[in-house]
């Protein structure tokens, strides 16, 4: 038999290049990334003293395969460019020795505070994103005394973020609730009150899969209409890449990657740094279905990102579309359509110019705004792909 743990000295990463990361992170416009530095298998990415004394066999990727420290060769290169630099770490472990005991209070206090700490106080992350929280409450888990420390004595007191996941106990909707912002995953987005965060994979697993294959994949045109539905509604989007064992980034990743990186370079005015407006999106007729309905009603675990595209390039019969996303900053206001309309006719319903113009963000035209009772009519020119380059978006800028 094969154990589990002898994948340990099969991990190499003998072609992982933090370079080559931290340029494709650049150029997808990603604002932060947030690395998995041990997942529930307690395998630490870092020269972790706690692995050692607590796994008693090489457990982290110094002492086994790769025999590096992952998380600090990529940070010194993540801090090179724009992009801030976040770590997950999951708090329970499936077999770990301590947490397998009936008390897990050895397991918290002298294994996983101390390795949180370590993680804190050697590479000072600018998020730290924590998850496998439901199996005890924040008091078991001794989070709040954690936070206290983080935000008080720790180096980073005065510039980290963390995510909600701190306890079984957290609900972060109706309260208790313990962190900067919520992380939903797998989810269909909602306007929620506070800062949130839309987390899920590029294809259908977290990590890479080798048995999947280009059909598994969400389309560039998905993941670009899902990002631009999060943010209209509030939200960022953490999407989950998946390296193989010899360190590298699959090249369809890449492609994606790179994508969402030149539909940003052209349109990410509509999007960093933006607020939701009063209405996210403009439906059509029709009948709507929102993506946690829509989860309940097919008894889903997760939502496949493909959702988006029945929202509104390929809806059943009978359904509406999200016909225009909106987003603002300042006095300015951002519509961004998801298809360039056959008839080059746009209705925005219930909306006022008020003396605005409206422009094509990518060339800067203007384009003719007719107010119409509570509505404006939009003429769209003949759509020309040797000045517009912007593919499975477009965006109206009104100001």
Not at 22 to 31: N, V
Not at 62 to 82: I, S
Not at 304 to 324: H, M, R, S, W, Y
Request: glycine share 8%; net charge neutral; charged share 25%.
């Amino acid at each position: 038999m094969y154990s589990y743990y002898q994948f340990g000295q099969d991990f190499k990463a003998e072609r992982f290049d933090p370079k080559v990361w931290a340029d494709l992170f650049q150029t997808a416009g990603a604002k932060y990334i947030v690395l998995t530095t041990k997942h529930h298998d307690g395998f630490a990415l870092w020269p972790s003293k706690q692995t050692e004394r607590a796994w008693s066999m090489p457990w982290n990727s110094m002492t086994a395969g790769p025999k590096k420290d992952l998380v600090g060769e990529l940070k010194r290169e993540v801090n090179k460019t724009d992009v801030k630099f976040g770590l997950y770490y999951s708090l329970y472990e499936w077999f770990n020795p301590l947490y397998l005991k009936k008390d897990k209070s050895e397991y918290v206090r002298d294994y996983m505070i101390p390795q949180m700490k370590d993680l804190v106080n050697t590479y000072k992350p600018s998020i730290l994103w924590t998850d496998g929280q439901w199996d005890l409450s924040t008091s078991e888990w001794e989070s709040k005394d954690f936070v206290s420390w983080l935000y008080t004595s720790s180096p980073i007191r005065d510039s980290v973020v963390i995510n909600g996941r701190w306890g079984k106990d957290m609900k972060p909707k109706e309260g208790p609730f313990l962190g900067n912002f919520i992380s939903t995953e797998n989810d269909g987005v909602e306007a929620l009150d506070g800062p949130w965060e839309e987390c899920r994979g590029i294809g259908y697993s977290f990590g890479y899969n080798q048995n999947e294959d280009i059909r598994d994949y969400n389309t560039s045109q998905t993941l670009i209409l899902m990002l631009i539905d999060i943010v209209s509604h509030g939200g960022n989007l953490l999407l989950d890449i998946g390296p193989d064992a010899h360190g590298e980034i699959p090249q369809v990743m890449k492609d994606r990657l790179t994508d969402i990186g030149a539909w940003l370079k052209i349109n990410g005015e509509a999007i960093y740094g933006s607020r939701r407006w009063k209405e996210p999106v403009q439906w059509s007729a029709g009948r709507r279905t929102s993506g946690v309905a829509y989860k309940k009603e097919k008894k889903l675990a997760y939502l496949g990102g493909d959702f988006i595209l029945k929202q509104t390039v390929n809806p059943d019969p009978g359904d509406a579309v999200k016909e225009v996303f909106f987003t603002t900053k300042g006095d300015v206001v951002y519509a961004i359509l998801p298809t360039w309309g056959r008839d080059g006719k746009l209705h925005l319903k219930d909306f006022s110019l008020n003396g605005r113009k409206v422009s094509l963000l990518e060339t800067g035209e203007g384009i003719d705004a007719r107010q119409q009772g509570r509505d404006v009519e939009i003429s769209l020119p003949a759509f020309d792909p040797t000045r517009i380059r912007s593919r499975n978006a477009w965006v109206l800028k009104i100001s």
